[in-house]
């Protein structure tokens, strides 16, 4: 239902931007978020937006990402800046949409790369 695009290969130091929408048509959306997965290790979350504008990051890239959402498009965006290897891993994308009911979408996930 949301799809993600964006991920790539790129060097330590560069910088990413990310984006997801769904690929439907919608009612309306609420909280809208970015978590990544990386090999062996758990889902974090990267970065939340509510409807409002708010945002929330977590620690692992706080200070080094930016969340936004352009509302008329239905679609969120991560920059990410000074990217360290450590950031390798799939980030998916996470939507509160209205499709007849509210209820949780996920994006399929987009793998971005850091090479050292």
């Known amino acids: 239902q949301l799809q993600a695009c964006g991920g790539g290969l790129v060097q330590a130091g560069g910088s990413l931007r990310l984006s997801c929408a769904p690929s439907?048509?919608?009612?309306?959306?609420?909280?809208m978020s970015w978590y990544r997965q990386a090999p062996g290790k758990q889902r974090e979350l990267v970065a939340v937006?509510?409807?409002?504008?708010?945002?929330n990051y977590g620690d692992s890239m706080k200070g080094r990402a930016t969340i936004s959402r352009d509302n008329a498009k239905n679609t969120v965006y991560l920059q990410m800046n000074s990217l360290k290897p450590e950031d390798t891993a799939v980030y998916y994308c996470?939507?509160?949409?209205?499709?007849?009911?509210?209820?949780?979408?996920w994006g399929q996930g987009t793998l971005v790369t850091v090479s050292s």
């Open positions: 996470y939507a509160y949409i209205l499709v007849g009911t509210w209820s949780d979408y």
């Open positions: 439907r048509r919608i009612f309306g959306i609420r909280t």
């Open positions: 937006i509510i409807g409002g504008g708010g945002t």
